[in-house]
């Protein structure tokens, strides 16, 4: 049921053009979290992700956005035309691609390696789409671990950005991906070893022998998985005849962009 609340879930934003059903459907997101008992606190590390990731946005829609004389001009910045719908579409982007995000740290934050075999073996995905799969996930998981681990060595060692400017921090998170990297392709190293060393393969007569599912013994799939399944399918459903029939969720319909246009003009 986690498994298909992310992949459907995932998909509402691309379908929403108004900003605001996609802030409260991370707000949902959100209460959904607080409900399972996650540390909210966790959140405090994507919030340089979210700020740097809106701002490579709204610099490409806007600076780099190009001229068109069609739109509403709103001020010119070192000679470069700022017009309200590149702006407009920023804002519109950056609140679909937050939701999906913020989904995504929900999954990986309520579930475990475990879940997703279990998911995946009993739609009998087959066995090495699920393992690739599976360690896909763990190395996010180990990511987040790696991430702390540095910034402890940091602070070890007397580095402290108490106080620094947001720039200098961002420019900090940047500087994380060369010793993260390295980790990971030690990581993936020792996976390598640990799969050999226990006669795992994927290809010849080896990856060809039917494995037992001794995991799925432990669990099933009862009644409440059968009707949340099912609401979050009929959303989806709702969804798409509101979005593609009525154009619901439009952004001519959006009262966000109208209030903001308002404030503008």
Request: proline residues 3%; contains cysteine.
């Amino acid at each position: 049921m986690k498994l298909f609340f992310l992949l459907i879930v995932s998909l509402f934003p691309l379908f929403i053009a108004a900003p605001e059903w996609n802030l409260l459907l991370m707000f949902i997101v959100f209460v959904l979290m607080w409900m399972s008992k996650v540390d909210m606190k966790i959140l405090r590390i994507y919030v340089p992700v979210a700020i740097s990731m809106g701002s490579i946005i709204l610099l490409s829609y806007t600076i780099l956005g190009g001229y068109h004389p069609e739109y509403i001009l709103l001020f010119k910045f070192l000679g470069i035309p700022i017009y309200w719908e590149r702006i407009r579409d920023a804002i519109v982007v950056y609140c679909r691609i937050l939701p999906m995000i913020i989904i995504m740290v929900s999954f990986l934050s309520t579930s475990r390696e475990r879940d997703v075999i279990v998911a995946m073996r009993s739609i009998k995905v087959p066995f090495v789409v699920t393992y690739i799969f599976a360690m896909a996930l763990r190395s996010s998981g180990m990511v987040l671990e790696d991430f702390q681990i540095v910034r402890q060595a940091e602070k070890a060692r007397g580095f402290d950005t108490t106080g620094k400017s947001i720039p200098y921090k961002l420019r900090q998170y940047v500087m994380y991906m060369i010793p993260l990297f390295a980790l990971s392709l030690r990581r993936s190293e020792e996976f390598t070893n640990a799969l050999i060393a226990r006669g795992y393969a994927f290809t010849g007569e080896e990856a060809r022998i039917k494995r037992a599912d001794f995991v799925l013994t432990h669990y099933s799939f009862k009644i409440y998985d059968i009707i949340l399944t099912a609401i979050i399918g009929i959303s989806f459903v709702v969804l798409m005849v509101l979005q593609l029939g009525f154009g619901y969720f439009d952004l001519d319909r959006s009262i966000l962009i109208s209030i903001l246009k308002n404030a503008i003009f």
